[in-house]
């Protein structure tokens, strides 16, 4: 079992920044290749970025791609998502999610475990 606790949200303007991190622990955490997820009002939750477990491959949706960089630090057992340029079209809840697969998923059935989410709001 992997818990993941995800922090780093809250209102922004639009064009600032916001760094979320999502802290994991239980077993053999480190092993797992992690992603960003978020969901908007009233849409489904969406790909937004996802990292190996070595940290070297990161794979990113369209729409945040060369805004949003993922990354990790496998000492500290955490995944952070830095966010610049935000637009109101970011607020959402924005969520992580870990799986052993080998793989940058982009689907949510890739995944074995889920934090409970963290708001990010951006005012225009």
């Known amino acids: 079992q992997v818990q993941l606790v995800e922090s780093g949200g809250g209102l922004v303007q639009a064009g600032g920044s916001l760094r979320l991190s999502c802290a994991a622990s239980?077993?053999?955490?480190?092993?797992?290749?992690m992603g960003w997820f978020r969901q908007a009002p009233g849409k489904e939750r969406e790909f937004v970025a996802a990292?190996?477990?070595?940290?070297?491959?990161?794979y990113y949706a369209d729409s945040v791609k060369g805004r949003f960089t993922i990354s990790r630090d496998n000492a500290k057992n955490t995944v952070f998502l830095q966010m610049n340029s935000l637009k109101a079209e970011d607020t959402a809840v924005y969520y992580c999610a870990a799986t052993m697969r080998v793989l940058l998923g982009i689907r949510m059935s890739q995944y074995d475990y889920w934090g409970q989410g963290t708001q990010v709001t951006v005012s225009s």
């Open positions: 239980g077993r053999t955490s480190n092993n797992y290749s």
């Open positions: 990292i190996m477990k070595n940290g070297r491959s990161t």
